[in-house]
């Protein structure tokens, strides 16, 4: 086990919708990183937040946003949800390199 | 660009040894990942190397690491069933401002044969 949560575990949202993911890192960690995994790909980097800063941001629309909290959890927000959202969204945390994943969260657009 | 790849699917006997393979293409990458995942679940880190060296070893795991030919490979001997996952080779180019972000490969299933 990593310390890393997330919830929900599942979710079906419809399309337009707006859905927010939360995480919680592993004690001590004060980086989150967020990646979107579509079925049979390998994880998509969306962005990282260091000490509530945004540090890096991937291929992503302005759609995807996120949050960091003094207690260093965080938010993804995804407004306007399109059916090629759905995917299995993966949190992870680190103190530096080494990022610790938790179970992620499976979004199913319809 | 980055780029990691990986062969798709391996498919061993109960016992034997594991072999996968992963290119990258970014020379400045500093970290190289190896992680497992098994159906419905999140990622496990299962080791790690420093692009300075050129083998790690870690129980039953091996990582060899040819920084010239960009080539990565992770070995896991007597492979068990409980082996049989999805396994990722994701590396961590430098980018100089601290953020750390990882590139995966597609991943490599991994089917043990009982």
């Known amino acids: 086990e990593t310390g890393v949560t997330q919830s929900p575990t599942h979710l079906i949202k419809t399309r337009g919708q707006q859905v927010t993911l939360r995480c919680s890192s592993q004690s001590g960690h004060n980086t989150v990183s967020w990646y979107q995994q579509a079925l049979g790909q390998g994880p998509q980097f969306i962005f990282q937040y260091y000490r509530e800063e945004e540090n890096g941001r991937g291929n992503f629309p302005p759609r995807f946003s996120g949050l960091q909290f003094p207690n260093y959890s965080s938010e993804l927000n995804v407004n306007a949800l399109e059916l090629d959202d759905s995917a299995l969204y993966l949190c992870a945390s680190s103190l530096k390199e080494t990022q610790y994943f938790g179970p992620g969260t499976r979004l199913l657009v319809l | 660009g980055e780029d990691v790849e990986q062969s798709l699917f391996l498919s061993v006997r109960e016992g034997d040894s594991s072999v996968i393979n992963c290119t990258y293409t970014d020379s400045s990458s500093t970290y190289l990942y190896w992680y497992k995942q098994e159906p419905g679940a999140g990622l496990q880190l299962l080791t790690y190397?420093?692009?300075?060296?050129d083998m790690k070893q870690d129980q039953r795991l091996t990582v060899l690491l040819n920084k010239k030919d960009k080539h990565l490979s992770l070995r896991i001997a007597d492979t068990q069933t409980g082996d049989s996952a999805i396994y990722f080779c994701?590396?961590?180019?430098?980018?100089?401002?601290?953020?750390?972000?990882?590139?995966f490969g597609k991943g490599t299933k991994l089917s043990v044969i009982p």
């Open positions: 994701a590396e961590v180019p430098y980018s100089g401002a601290g953020s750390y972000q990882l590139t």
């Open positions: 190397i420093f692009s300075n060296m």
